[in-house]
Each structure stands twice: as C-alpha cells, then as structure tokens.
C-alpha cells in the first residue's frame, strides 16, 4: 500500500493518476529499442449500471475500471500492451516486453512533458456518484410504468440504468501530458409485446455525455411510451414484401445506415490499407449531391463528444462528404502515418485494453430542404423505415445489412400500413448515389459501436431521407 | 496487493459493515495477438489481467461490485458497491451461495505445450498466413487480417461459505481474411481457427480456404425470390445455434422470454437432431470442472433424437423449477453477475460429407456466410432475417455463388425441418455465450429474397 501512495498523487478529482516522472521513464523505456513514438493512456473508471424487469430490480453492478496501456510505433509498426498493476517496477517491465517486440537503438533519451489543459464543453452537473441509488430506481420506476401502462400487449418491459465516470491520463513522447474526464448517463427502454405465441420488443435509449441531468433533458415517460407503441405496432404487422423498391428512412437513429455502410469506410483503419471503396476517392463524387456528412466529436454534451480523443488530440468537426463530394477521412496517429495526414481528433477507444484507432464520434447526414411529409406524399411505393434496428458492413466490398425494427408501407403518398421482419441490404457507396429526397428534421440517436478498438458511445443522426431503390428482404415473398 | 491478502481484508471489512455471505470470483489472464500486414508485423499487443467480482448479502438481498486493481480504495469500493446495490435490490428471487460440491470432475483444458510457443513462432505463423494467401490465386489484391493469438485465464473462487476452487485453460486463435479482385469485383473471404494444440494449426490451409472461398464468390449474382431447400454450412448453422443458445436457457423460460417454456419432454426438433452441452470436453474452449457458482460440472443432452430433455440451469433457476443446477450459471467476465450459459455446446454430427449433402440436396442454395446476426435475429419470436451468400446447386451440383440475397426463417422451424446432418462438426471461437459447434445441416427450405 505504502508504495501506491509514494508513486501517485490525488488530483482534484480525487483521482490517483501516474506521477511525470513515472510517466517519462515509462515512455523512455518503451522508446529503448528504436521505437519512434511511445503513449501512455491510463485510466480509472467507476461506473454503475442497474437492471430492473417489469417494475422490480434485479441487479446492481458497481464498478472501477483501472489500467494502463503502454503503446509504441516504429514506422508503420505498432505495438500495444496493458496491464492492471500500476506500481513502477511492472510498469517499467511492461513497457521493456512490448519494446521487445522492436529492434534499434534509441532514439530519444530525454522528454520533457508540457502539462496540456483540456478546453472543457461537456458540463456535468450531476455527478452520478453523488446521486443515491434510490433516485436512479426513481427514474427507472418511471420509464417502466409508462411502457407497461401504454397497453395490454405490453408483457415484459426491461429497463437498464447506466453511468460512466472515466478520468483518463495522456502522454506521450511528443511531451503531450493531458488528463481528461468523460461522464456518461444512459437509460435502456426495451418493451415486449405479445399476442399469442408472438413476442414483439422494441427498444429506446437515450443516453448523452453529461450525468443524471440528462433526465431534466429527456422525457422518459414519453420515450418509453414510445417503445411500447413500437413494439404494439409490430406484433400486430404483416411480414414486409422482400424485393427491391424505394425505401424512406426516417430521422434520429436510421442515421445508423450511414454509419454502417458508410462511416465506417471513412475510418482511417479501413481507408490506410486501401481496404476502402473510398480509399484514393477525396475530391471525387461518392454520393448524391444532396448528401452532406459530417463528424463533429465538439457538440456540447451529445453521445460520442470528447472534449479529447483517446490519443490526447482535440475533437472536431469533421466535414466528410460535402454535396455528394468525398471531403475528409477520420484519422488516427497510426494511420495519419501511413496516410500522410494529420490525426483529426477521431481516435478512440473502448478502454486501456485497447489500442485507440480512427472511429466515429457524432456521425450524421445534414439537414436538406424538403419536409418529412413532402417525401412521403410524393412516393408512391415505398418501405417507409421509421425505427431502424443495428446492422453490420463488410467495410472491403461496403456490402451492409440492417434490420427494420418498425416500418410501414407507402402506398399513393400515404402511409398504408405496419409491416415487420424487412432487412435492407446492398451496397453503402450505391445507396449513397441513390438517395433522392433529404428532409429537413435532423436528429440523433445513440448506440454503441464496435469495431477494432472496442465497444464505444457513438450518436448516429439524420433528417427523413428517401433512398430511390433497396434490397429488401422478409419472410413473405414480393409484392 | 496479493489476492489472497486482498480476499482477507475485503471478508473482514464486509463483516465489519453487515454483510451476510460473501463471494469473490477472480480472474487472472495474459494474451497475446499479433497482426501481420505487407510481411511486418502490423499489430502486436500483450497483456496481464485480473478482476475481481465480488458479491454480498446484505438484508437478504444480493448486490455486485468489481475491480480491477488491488488497494484499499478497491476495499471500500467492493464493500460500499455491493451493499448499495443489495439494498435496491427487490426480486424475490433466492439466491445461494454454495458451499461446494462433494467432488468435482478432472477437466483437461490447459495445455502446457502451447504456453511455451514463443512470439516469434506466432509471428512466423501470421506471416506464413499472408504469404500463403497471396501464393494462392494471383487475383489475392489484399490480405487485411493475418492475426495469431493466444490467451490463458485462470479462474478462482472463494466465499465465505467454504467454496474454494480454480481452473485453468489455454488457447490460441488465428484468424485470415484475403480480399480478391477481379475487374471491379471484390470479394472477401476468411477462416478462424481455434485449439490448444499448437501442431494443428496449419497456415496454409487456412490460408487457402480463405482465398479459394474469395475467389469462389467472383461472378456472384442473386436469384429470384421464393423457397429454397438450405444447406446451412457448419459454420453458419453453428452462429445460428449460437444467437439461439438463450432459449434453452431456464431463465428465459421462467421469465417468458422463450418460446420452449412447457414444452420439456416434447419433441421440439427433428428426430435426427441430438444437441449436447459438455463442459468436460478435453481441451473444449469453454470447458471447466465448476460453473460460475462453484457447482461441480457434468455432461448432458439438451435434446436427444428431437426431444427436449432440460433447460440449462444455475442454482436459482433450478431452485425455482425443483430440480438440480444443471451446472450452467455463467460468469462471462469477473464484472458480470451470475447468468446462464451453454459451456461446449455443438449438435451431434451425423454420416453425411458435406459433398454428400450437395448431392443429396439436389436443388437449392448453400449458405456459407451470414451478416446481421446481431440484429436481424429475434431470440424471443426465433426470427431471423439475414443477408446472405452462397452458392446456388442444381442437380446436386454447384453451378455458381449467390449474392444479395436474404435468407429468412425461424429457428424453431429450423430444428423441426432439419433433414439431413453432416458429419463435418466444427467450434467456432469461445466467448461469454460458450463454445459452439455445429456440423452443416440440410433444412427442408427456407425463404430466400433476392431478385
């Protein structure tokens, strides 16, 4: 114990994070046998998360994240490794073994650290750990008496409770010493409807990079109503008819096509090794021209903002596509390497057990002109997606696939009926080409997304958009 | 702080504020990956882990917490944690702490050979991967993954009821994925392998089923709409069977979240079909002689010849339904509570080569590759929607692959329509939902959207 508190000292937050001088010979040590670049990124993280299934809670996890990851380039090369135990000597030895993995004399024998003050633009109010438990089974109370009262088909209705406090230290051999502190509030709505032996469940959850305000923001009555309806709607919808027709995806979370299919192939990961569809295409047309994509980490308090990436570099809004012309990729120290080009504050993480790389933060498509109502009058047949489920893409080819968790048919500009069980598939760079109408009421919604670097908070948005042709397949045979 | 000074003073500090039973599930590991990319080493991370999930009774009621590192604050943390979470806590559900089983079985799943493969034989591996994939079909434009890895985890668990055990268990992975091009055609393809044994891993077979499997799905166009007979691959039928483990588990039956609750006894799939959970399989990546409650482990038949036997239980499920844990409760990580899980779990294979089942198909697809498992599945309806690929087959004959389409079912009418097993049994990668395999499965037919 005695050695913890001479190697660490307590920062304002209460927080015990590594000493400069621990720091430096850490990085020195890595950098021994010819790497270029070394980083240290330590965090320690509480967090609770609390599950409650129709009105009665089932379990409580408090917890605290805590490690350090060590990594090193030499070139194009990169080497990563963690570990728990923090005291000087196994940090030291760690960072010797990943050295191991590369072979020359050292570059650097001297670092000197400039302590970095992050420019903070997500205030917390409310900091999680100060609010009792009680208060948080409060909220959930809420968002389960809503959901179940909405119907008598509701039969099940889960909700989870999720708060992160992450404080992160970063540094590294360019002298970068930052420390930053993401805190994070989620609610899970997830309600099930049933009729006979069918079961239906739709799911809501509203989450921002702030701490228990979020429920003077949000209504949670509402949004948990609006999961029953959904999950209602679907358990008594027809099976959508499979085939290829135009398709309109409504705003907030059909954002997620665009991360899916093509945010992810604007990642520098996919984009360095020439794995990409758009690898080599900046400056060409890759979309409609009504399509303008951006990826802004600064918005105030939203899902995926940090004030810092993961590798200490300052967020931004990221312009990616611009009236249908590829603009920009999100960019990581690694593959800004390989790339000639300079880091855009995209590097992310899931935690110290993970090398950071290039990920998406606030990815949507801009607002356009049309009205919502406008695109469905002037369609006469389409597959209207007004909650979209998760979905995956195959970032070589951009092949995706996503599934419709409620959608309807459009029939003569009107909204006919609800149809379930549709999976859109094709391919992100020809959807991209086909979207013909971009509505004006932009949103978001929030989701986790994994990928290489782990599971991380990422808000996905759009306004209505219509996409003029889509694979669609279901259970029940065309139209 | 050592675990063993740690578990001591935390048992103290929680008798000291009220705490009943006490419980701590620790978990030791060091990996190892590498990723070779153009004959360099792209990627190359290690690490040594641990965690320790706690649990206590506070007032009758069971709260969580866990850590990562060994200090005091980690003490106070376990203890104020736990008892918070206790005290929100209001299901009537009784949950035991176990004293510990009479015996426990002799479970083989480390393997000391393995540990000693240095990291330059892995990397000489990885890069055996990448070079035997471009050997293999000139049209090999990019190899983006040649991954080797190894990892070793050590479990321990100790409660203030007596229960002290361990367990240990190895393995290493290697993961190729080749893209081809031709024209303006990319395909990708990739294989997995997981195992113990350090001698079957074999880098240019892996490597060139990747690539054959690539360049196999050049020239892949849809078909028209409507019902095929479906050959579901090994592979494919085994990540089905995964995304579906959750409906034999108890829990979901007693919660209403599967659609077997009542129907133990019945048959539920067809009569070829036996489906097996063995957590005593030697070298089995999920295998383990106690669950994540300290209950002894044992094989069983979760359905025998179409017939459902038993749900997978844990102590507060089995409790609930008057039987005995089946010894299925999970801890798929140190920061998880106890669940429900399969251990080994792989239907049974049957006599047929798949060559034999093409033939015997005579007309229909073969799906080699899904996407969308995550969220075009429902575990509760047993519906599925998925994109899809393969291969079309006319007269027991494979005439050409198949793209953009999608296959559609339910995988409860998937076990009752399945007409023919292989004999080609293969696992998958073990993660928190278990190790499974399947061999590849002949299915009357299911819905295929495509043109």
Known sequence: MLSIQQLYHRNEGGFYLLAESLVTDVILAALSTGGDFAEIFMEDTRGTNIRMLNGSVEEGVSGRDYGVGIRIFQGFRSVYAYTNDTNRENLLKVALEAAAALSGAPQLTNIVLQRLVVDRFNPVRLEPQDVPHSDKVGIMKRANLAAAGYDKQITQVAITYLDTDQHVLIANSEGLLVQDRRIRTRLGINAVASKGN??????????????????????????????????????????????????????????????????????????????????????????????????????????????????????????????????????????????????????????????????????????????????????????????????????????????????????????????????????????????????????????????????????VGQPTIRVSEITVGGRKGAN | MEIQEFKDRVFAAGQAAGLEDMEIYVSKSKTFSTCVFHKEVDDYTVSVEQGVGFRARFSGKVGYAYVEILDQDSVDLLISGAKANAQIIESDDEIEFFEGSPRYPEVIAYNRSLEAISAEEKIEFAKALESEAFATDERVSMVNYAVTGYSETEVYMANTKGLEQSFERNGAVSFVSAVV???????????????????????????????????????????????????????????????????????????????????????????????????????????????????????????????????????????????????????????????????????????????????????????????????????????????????????????????????????????????????????????????????????????????
């Open chain 2, 181 to 451: 091009r031709e024209g303006e055609q990319i395909k990708t393809g990739m294989r997995m392998m997981f195992g113990n044994n350090w001698g079957e891993f074999d880098a240019e077979r892996l490597a060139q089923d990747a690539v054959r499997e690539a360049t196999s799905l050049l020239g892949a166009k849809s078909v028209p709409s409507g019902n095929y007979p479906i050959l579901l691959r090994h592979d494919v039928a085994r990540d089905l069977l995964s995304t579906f483990a959750s409906v034999f588990s108890a829990e979901a039956v007693q919660k209403g979240l599967s659609l077997l609750e009542g129907r133990l006894g019945q048959q539920i799939a067809s009569p070829r079909l036996t489906l097996v959970d063995d957590p005593l399989l030697k070298n089995g990546g999920a295998s383990a002689s106690f669950d994540g409650e300290g209950v002894a482990t044992r094989t069983k038949k979760v359905i025998e010849a179409g017939q459902l036997t038993t749900f997978l239980h844990n102590l507060k499920t089995a409790k609930k339904d008057g039987v005995e844990s089946t010894g299925n409760a999970s801890r798929p990580s140190f920061k998880s509570p106890v669940g429900i899980s399969p251990t080994n779990f792989f239907i049974e294979p049957g006599t047929l080569t798949y060559d034999e089942l093409v033939t015997k198909m005579g007309d229909g697809i073969i799906i080699i590759d899904v996407q969308g498992l995550h969220s075009g599945a429902n575990p509760v309806s047993g519906d599925f929607s998925l994109g899809a690929y393969g291969y079309l087959v006319e007269n027991g004959q494979i005439v050409g692959p198949v793209e953009q389409i999608t296959v559609a079912g339910n995988f409860f009418e998937v076990l009752e329509t399945v007409e023919e097993i292989g004999s080609d049994l293969e696992f998958g990668s073990p993660g928190s939902r278990g190790h499974v395999g399947s061999p590849t499965l002949l299915i009357r037919h299911l819905s295929i959207a495509g043109m």
């Open chain 1, 198 to 459: 069918e079961k239906q469940s739709a799911f809501r959850g509203p989450g921002r990079h702030m701490g228990f305000e979020l429920f003077e923001h949000i209504d949670v009555e509402e949004i948990a109503k609006d999961a029953a309806r959904s999950a209602v709607t679907m358990v008594n919808a027809d099976y959508a008819p499979s085939g290829k027709y135009p398709v309109i995806i409504d705003n907030e979370f059909g954002g997620v096509i665009f991360h899916e299919a093509c945010g992810h192939g604007l990642e520098a990961t996919s984009v360095a090794k020439g794995a990409s569809v758009f690898s080599g295409k900046l400056g060409q047309q890759v979309a409609s021209s009504l399509v303008t994509a951006v990826d802004d980490g600064t918005i105030p308090n939203a899902w995926g903002s940090q004030n810092i990436d993961d590798e200490g570099t300052k967020t931004r809004r990221n312009v990616l596509i611009e009236n249908g012309i590829l603009k920009g990729y999100m960019i990581d120290k690694l593959n800004g390497r390989r790339m000639e080009m300079e880091p855009t504050g995209s590097s992310r993480r899931q935690s110290y057990k993970f090398a950071p790389t290039s990920r998406m933060t606030n990815t949507f498509i801009c607002a356009g002109q049309s009205t919502k109502e406008e695109i469905i009058s002037n369609t006469e047949y389409a597959l209207f997606a007004k909650h979209m489920g998760g979905g995956s893409v195959n970032p070589a080819t951009g092949e995706f696939n996503f599934a419709v968790a409620e959608g309807y048919i459009v029939r003569n500009g009107k909204i006919e009926k609800p149809v379930r069980g549709g999976t859109l598939i094709g391919q992100g760079s020809q959807i991209l080409q086909k979207i013909d109408m971009v509505a004006s009421n932009l949103a978001s919604g929030q989701g986790m997304c994994g990928s290489r670097s782990g599971s991380i908070p990422t808000d």
